[in-house]
């Protein structure tokens, strides 16, 4: 690397006596770092991990150690590899560390074997394609998240909660023994309310018993069970099995 663009980005400098840990990035040589690509121009040792690339490696004019693990053949142990590095670094050597490609498929590929049969360059290529759509879709999920039946249930019980209560109480949520976590997070989201879940029956009878709040939601055979029979209970909304009940 041309030491006038190093000096001028102000980086810091594989010195003696250290060991750095460079990851190769997501897998196109053409991404990496330009601190990891200086960290390779100055090592006096690099030891990589299967699957980096072998264009990157070329680059180093260091002695090069393979610290890879790989399906059929003699992988070697973390211990080892940890006291190599220290053993090097002891020694007065510049020493990096060249890990796996960012992609987790990498590591599976290379500790399976499977690398064997689809070569590593096929690999960067189609999860540079497949990675930018997983994240596409993890975002479309996050953003349009899938209505459940559970969660319409909840929604129109949580919209009727907000406004006969404030943002200091705690209501409490029981649904005989099937917290579901879909109605639960749909409640806190869109109730904009602190919820106080309750996962069995045991703690939905102590907390009753107290009561911890004087706002429930619960399923309609735990309503019919406990609440009717309790004075001033009083339905604020019903959506399918769920019941929201306010004590005075």
Request: hydrophobic share 50%; proline share 5%.
């Amino acid at each position: 690397m041309n030491q006038e663009i190093a000096a001028g980005l102000k980086l810091p400098r594989l010195d003696k006596g250290w060991v750095w840990l460079v990851g190769a990035g997501p897998g196109d040589p053409g991404l990496i770092t330009v601190l990891g690509l200086q960290a390779l121009i100055d090592a006096d040792y690099v030891l990589y991990d299967a699957l980096v690339d072998e264009s990157l490696l070329a680059l180093s004019k260091a002695e090069k150690i393979y610290a890879g693990k790989r399906a059929g053949v003699r992988s070697c142990k973390q211990d080892e590899i940890s006291g190599l590095l220290v053993e090097l670094a002891k020694g007065g050597s510049r020493v990096l560390r060249y890990l796996l490609p960012a992609y987790p498929a990498f590591s599976i590929f290379a500790v399976l074997g499977l690398q064997k049969v689809v070569p590593a360059r096929y690999l960067r290529d189609g999860l540079s394609w497949a990675a930018p759509i997983a994240l596409l879709v993890a975002a479309g999920i996050a953003l349009f998240p899938p209505t459940t039946l559970h969660a319409e249930e909840t929604k129109s019980i949580a919209a009727a909660v907000k406004p006969v209560t404030s943002e200091k109480d705690r209501i409490a949520f029981y649904d005989d023994g099937q917290a579901r976590f879909d109605e639960t997070g749909q409640i806190q989201w869109y109730g904009d309310r602190i919820m106080w879940i309750l996962l069995d029956q045991k703690a939905f009878e102590h907390a009753l018993a107290e009561p911890i709040s004087k706002v429930w939601i619960v399923d309609a055979a735990t309503f019919e069970r406990y609440f009717v029979v309790l004075p001033g209970a009083t339905v604020i909304a019903r959506s399918g099995h769920l019941v929201c009940v306010r004590l005075t």
